[in-house]
């Protein structure tokens, strides 16, 4: 790609994120990449979860280990580890697009989580429209990036593109989750937009944007990385 070419998606990306609160890079990382960071998840879970055996298929965990993997399993993986991996080897190829779209001086938040989301059939998901940690104080709200790992959805994010824009929506406790009260997520909801984000791609979209994942209708458990950039 010529520079110039470089410089036009560059401002595509900042544009995009500006006005509708996300951008959604396809094939931004390699296999190679990929594989990498599913080793990585293997080998958090496998700590995490104190295992004696080896991981082969992630996504099959339910299946082949259902004493360990069910119902009452972990499905966020807040780790150390992965947030390191993301500092010495995903940030070098992320930070042109964070300084574009963000600024030029930002942290990688403590917290990556490596995310298990489990088929519907096994655990109810969590698909209310939410913010991401509404803050009167940070009415901006900042990038949060997410990457599919391993995912057969046929649609696993929805949004509502530019809700970023109107800064924190009033939210309700339903059951265990925080949600945007349904009498406003109705008023906006002719835009409620689907998207497909595929293992290899980069999705960032604004903490502030109106979204949650889409519900695990497949028989396998999707895996994903989140981190906020501040
Ligand atoms: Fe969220």
Request: a negative charge; hydrophobic letters at 35%.
């Amino acid at each position: 790609m010529t520079s110039s070419n470089s410089m036009k998606r560059c401002t595509a990306m900042k544009t995009s994120y500006a006005d509708i609160g996300y951008i959604h890079i396809e094939d931004f990382f390699n296999q190679e990449e990929l594989d990498l960071l599913i080793e990585l998840s293997k080998s958090i879970v496998k700590e995490n979860d104190s295992l004696d055996f080896t991981i082969n298929g992630i996504d099959q965990l339910h299946i082949t280990h259902q004493h360990k993997f069910n119902a009452y399993s972990s499905r966020g993986y807040k780790s150390n580890k992965l947030r390191d991996y993301i500092e010495s080897h995903v940030k070098t190829k992320i930070d042109p697009i964070i300084r574009e779209i963000y600024q030029d001086n930002y942290v990688i938040e403590d917290d990556a989580t490596l995310l298990a989301w489990y088929p519907e059939s096994l655990i109810k998901g969590f698909t209310g429209f939410h913010q991401d940690g509404p803050s009167d104080l940070i009415p901006h709200g900042y990038p949060h990036c997410w990457i599919p790992l391993i995912d057969e959805r046929r649609a696993n994010f929805a949004c509502i593109p530019r809700t970023h824009t109107y800064g924190n929506f009033p939210h309700s406790h339903m059951g265990h989750f925080i949600k945007v009260d349904p009498s406003i997520v109705e008023t906006f909801l002719e835009n409620k937009t689907s998207l497909l984000v595929k293992p290899r791609d980069l999705f960032i979209f604004n903490t502030r944007l109106m979204h949650c994942l889409t519900i695990n209708e497949t028989k396998s458990i999707a895996w994903s990385i989140e981190f906020i950039i501040k």
